[in-house]
């Protein structure tokens, strides 16, 4: 247990004792099953999941239902242990649907008590929310959702509160391995639909994905049968729930991806040498070096403050997620540029892993907002006006 | 999050105490210094000094109880503003390396504030290089006093101060790092000559000191002959943390604030450029002030990490962009300086006065207390263990050094 903090106001931003020992387990799991080197060989098969691996961390450490309660059958922790996991799976570029299934879906599924949620949590069933991988979170933005799904007649032999549901979606992230689809979709009122991933009238097409340890898939829905999970207000609750946290925890994973970069540049920075010394003592290297981890340090405390504002219900949680997605963010994609600059000649390589975590920073800095798009809405958060804008 | 069961007990116990303590001195009967030397004794001063010196020895997170009963009850504190460098710096110097009867005499009159304390350590030779210094410290022969002469630049309240952290050359025929001790020096006496040092404001916070002839008793020596470049690492990463954890802040509290009302306050002045500037410093400063919380957090709990050189080195960076800020967004009136007049500032806060001071001022906090540059070669040799430059000044005597 920690010992009370100095300033009331904010809550506690360290690592407390279980947190760490779950660290631990996730990244022997990851390092035993899912090293970087076997990342890299999936990244050009037909399956670029690895279910293996997710089945190991969603069932066997329980990692799918952390967020479920335990009533049904989850491990009923909070976004601080989520976030942990999240950081693991960014630090090993994991080619898991955690931050889909066991993050995103279970956010949207939990105000409802969806009957889903247990299948989640054991891992039987691994879901994803059809938006866009770079959709802004509405309580971040302040602009509704809209979807490119809409609410169609129900079919004549259909069961009564069936629904269907025609359009496509553009770029969803984690959609491929998902056997659920969790559909926002417009019509009288605004909805959230499950939608089997495998009926005839769903197509997931994979997209040649920049980041290909997370690849997007384009989805189209022909008249698709549906189950309504929510409705009007409290289907767009859902939604803007799944997204908050999305965008949070995607923050988290990006610390993971940054710290990742820093470990690996270090290692070899020490090893490297040219001119008769390790190339880690010339001063212009160490100071770049030092400023990945000046960004870590900062984006840490972003990204602890956002798990604790979400873990809280803090109405602060808009500010704490603008803060995380821009700080880790920008420190992923610096340290993962960084990384591949100072490895040299072998960093620019096809076989050097340094390249997966600079696309998944790269892909991660764009995923839920842009650090730019997050900064822009402070205006609107924080009273911080553009010119010509009125004092709020 | 509920704090330890044993942790909450510990701080009622405290705050009863501290009425018991109020109950039985009543400041305006004492006076403020008795009142304070009372305190002293009763061991509420920090609570995490040890017994008989000011503390209880308990955890420094418990520090918060004690010093809130005090201030609910209006009694006089020891105004730590005044004495930053006595309690920021020499106090846990005193504490980790200083002799019992030393401890013993330094410490109440230290934390009382009746006696300030300063810092001779940078010479005009001898900046970023420290362990590089010239003031020599020489033993009579009787194995008396030391006599101390050389000069001593940037020193704080040193026209105040009763005592200075000095870090002196014992033996220039070793190697510089091992020829240095260090010592309290009485900066009361005649071959102490302190002069204000102006600086680019137009005032003067610090001093340049004269040493000449300088007497110091042996028994004013902290630490072992040559032991002096081990006791100084630790006064500076003790101000590093001073500088870069600082106070507990509330949003916008410290110049991020100033440039979010002087935004609000000014439509007229608002351009595209700057409103871009604006939102990516307000977010980095709140950034910078959760990590200060966390450090704080960390070291409450006894796990202080190295994240004191990367608060320090955001903190300079903020404290510069913000005020360029502010300066800039200005415009016309960032052209007029309050008052350029020669003064002796008792206190200093980068954040009071006009744009213009703040601006000049902030220039100063990535140089003092280690450059940024010194901070980021600790960073990557001590936390990241990166190797360090190779260099051929570690090893020969300092008096064969090329200067």
């Given at each position: 247990m920690s010992a009370p903090v100095a300033s009331p106001g904010l809550p506690d931003l360290r690592y407390g004792e279980a947190e760490e020992e779950l660290r631990a387990a996730v990244r022997k799991l990851i390092a035993d099953r899912s090293p970087l080197?076997?990342?890299?060989?999936?990244?050009?098969?037909?399956?670029?999941?690895?279910?293996?691996?997710?089945?190991?961390?969603?069932?066997?450490?329980?990692?799918?239902?952390?967020?479920?309660?335990?009533?049904?059958?989850?491990?009923?922790?909070?976004?601080?242990?989520?976030?942990?996991?999240?950081?693991?799976?960014?630090?090993?570029?994991?080619?898991?649907?955690?931050?889909?299934?066991?993050?995103?879906?279970?956010?949207?599924?939990?105000?409802?008590?969806?009957?889903?949620?247990?299948?989640?949590?054991?891992?039987?069933?691994?879901?994803?929310?059809?938006?866009?991988?770079?959709?802004?979170?509405?309580?971040?933005?302040?602009a509704a959702l809209a979807s490119g799904v809409r609410v169609g007649r129900p079919g004549p032999g259909d069961p009564a509160g069936q629904a269907?549901?025609?359009?496509?979606?553009?770029?969803?992230?984690?959609?491929?391995?998902?056997?659920?689809?969790?559909?926002?979709?417009?019509?009288?009122?605004?909805?959230?639909?499950?939608?089997?991933?495998?009926?005839?009238?769903?197509?997931?097409?994979?997209?040649?994905?920049?980041?290909?340890?997370?690849?997007?898939?384009?989805?189209?829905?022909?008249?698709?049968?549906?189950?309504?999970?929510a409705t009007g207000e409290a289907a767009a609750a859902a939604v803007s729930a799944a997204l908050t946290a999305g965008a949070a925890m995607l923050a988290c994973e990006q610390l993971g991806v940054a710290q990742r970069c820093l470990e690996m540049t270090v290692a070899y920075l020490k090893e490297r040498r040219q001119f008769g010394r390790a190339v880690g003592s010339f001063q212009a290297l160490k100071h770049r070096l030092a400023d990945v981890w000046v960004a870590l340090i900062q984006a840490r405390a972003a990204a602890r403050y956002a798990?604790?504002?979400?873990?809280?219900?803090?109405?602060?949680?808009?500010?704490?997620?603008?803060?995380?997605?821009?700080?880790?963010?920008?420190?992923?994609?610096?340290?993962?540029?960084?990384?591949?600059?100072?490895?040299?000649?072998?960093?620019?390589?096809?076989?050097?892993?340094?390249?997966?975590?600079?696309?998944?920073?790269?892909?991660?800095?764009?995923?839920?907002?842009?650090?730019?798009?997050?900064?822009?809405?402070?205006?609107?958060?924080?009273?911080?006006?553009?010119?010509?804008?009125?004092?709020? | 999050m509920l704090a330890e069961p044993a942790l909450s007990e510990r701080d009622h116990e405290l705050r009863e105490r501290v009425r018991e303590f109020l109950a039985g001195h009543d400041p305006a009967a004492l006076g403020r210094q008795a009142f304070l030397d009372a305190r002293f004794d009763a061991g509420l001063a920090a609570v995490h000094y040890p017994e008989g010196l000011g503390g209880l020895g308990l955890p420094r997170s418990l520090q918060r109880a004690v010093d809130e009963e005090f201030a609910a009850a209006g009694a006089p504190g020891n105004r730590p503003e005044r004495n930053g460098i006595g309690l920021g710096m020499a106090a846990p110097t005193i504490l980790a390396f200083a002799a019992q009867e030393q401890q013993a005499r330094w410490l109440r009159p230290l934390w009382t504030g009746e006696e300030i304390w300063c810092q001779l350590f940078s010479e005009p030779g001898a900046g970023s290089d420290l362990a590089g210094l010239a003031t020599r410290a020489v033993r009579a022969e009787d194995g008396g006093d030391w006599m101390v002469t050389g000069q001593k630049v940037w020193t704080s309240s040193a026209h105040r101060a009763r005592w200075g952290l000095l870090l002196a050359r014992t033996d220039p025929d070793l190697p510089k790092h091992a020829g240095l001790t260090y010592f309290a020096c009485d900066m009361s006496q005649p071959g102490v000559d302190v002069r204000p040092l102006r600086q680019l404001t137009g005032e003067a916070e610090f001093n340049e000191v004269f040493l000449t002839d300088a007497t110091i008793p042996d028994a004013d020596r902290i630490g072992e002959v040559g032991d002096g470049w081990q006791v100084a690492r630790g006064?500076?990463?003790?101000?590093?943390?001073?500088?870069?954890?600082?106070?507990?802040?509330?949003?916008?509290?410290?110049?991020?604030?100033?440039?979010?009302?002087?935004?609000?306050?000014?439509?007229?002045?608002?351009?595209?450029?700057?409103?871009?500037?604006?939102?990516?410093?307000?977010?980095?400063?709140?950034?910078?002030?959760?990590?200060?919380?966390?450090?704080?957090?960390?070291?409450?709990?006894?796990?202080?990490?190295?994240?004191?050189?990367?608060?320090?080195?955001?903190?300079?960076?903020?404290?510069?962009?913000?005020?360029?800020?502010?300066?800039?967004?200005?415009g016309a009136a960032g052209l007029r300086y309050d008052d350029w007049t020669m003064r002796r500032p008792e206190t200093v806060n980068f954040y009071s006065r006009g744009p213009g001071y703040r601006y000049l001022r902030a220039r100063g906090n990535s140089i003092e207390g280690g450059t940024s540059e010194i901070l980021r070669n600790i960073i990557a040799e001590r936390v990241l263990g990166l190797p360090a430059e190779p260099r051929t000044d570690t090893g020969l005597p300092w008096k064969d050094l090329p200067r």
């Open positions: 080197t076997t990342v890299l060989a999936r990244a050009e098969t037909a399956d670029p999941y690895d279910p293996g691996t997710w089945q190991a961390l969603a069932a066997d450490l329980g990692c799918a239902g952390l967020l479920i309660p335990e009533s049904r059958g989850g491990a009923g922790a909070s976004y601080r242990e989520a976030a942990v996991v999240a950081e693991e799976t960014g630090r090993g570029a994991l080619p898991v649907p955690y931050l889909a299934s066991a993050v995103m879906a279970t956010a949207a599924l939990l105000p409802s008590a969806d009957e889903l949620l247990a299948a989640l949590a054991d891992g039987s069933v691994t879901a994803a929310l059809t938006v866009p991988f770079t959709t802004m979170p509405p309580a971040v933005s302040g269907r549901l025609t359009g496509t979606v553009a770029g969803a992230a984690d959609a491929l391995p998902a056997g659920v689809l969790l559909v926002p979709a417009d019509g009288v009122p605004f909805g959230l639909y499950a939608v089997d991933a495998s009926a005839p009238e769903v197509t997931v097409s994979p997209v040649v994905s920049l980041d290909t340890t997370r690849p997007l898939a384009d989805l189209t829905f022909a008249n698709a049968p549906a189950r309504p999970v798990a604790a504002c979400l873990a809280d219900g803090d109405p602060d949680t808009p500010v704490a997620v603008v803060l995380a997605k821009s700080a880790c963010g920008e420190a992923a994609v610096q340290a993962a540029q960084e990384c591949v600059q100072l490895h040299g000649g072998i960093g620019f390589t096809w076989e050097h892993p340094a390249h997966l975590l600079l696309k998944r920073a790269r892909s991660g800095s764009a995923g839920f907002g842009t650090p730019d798009r997050h900064r822009a809405a402070l205006a609107g958060l924080v009273n911080l006006p553009p010119p010509g804008g009125s004092i709020g | 006064t500076l990463m003790n101000e590093r943390v001073a500088i870069g954890s600082g106070t507990a802040q509330p949003r916008e509290g410290g110049m991020a604030g100033l440039a979010a009302s002087a935004w609000r306050e000014q439509p007229e002045l608002r351009t595209p450029g700057l409103h871009d500037r604006l939102l990516r410093l307000w977010a980095d400063a709140e950034v910078a002030r959760l990590a200060a919380e966390r450090l704080r957090q960390q070291l409450a709990s006894g796990q202080p990490g190295p994240e004191g050189s990367a608060a320090k080195i955001v903190f300079a960076r903020l404290n510069q962009e913000l005020s360029a800020f502010e300066l800039e967004l200005a």
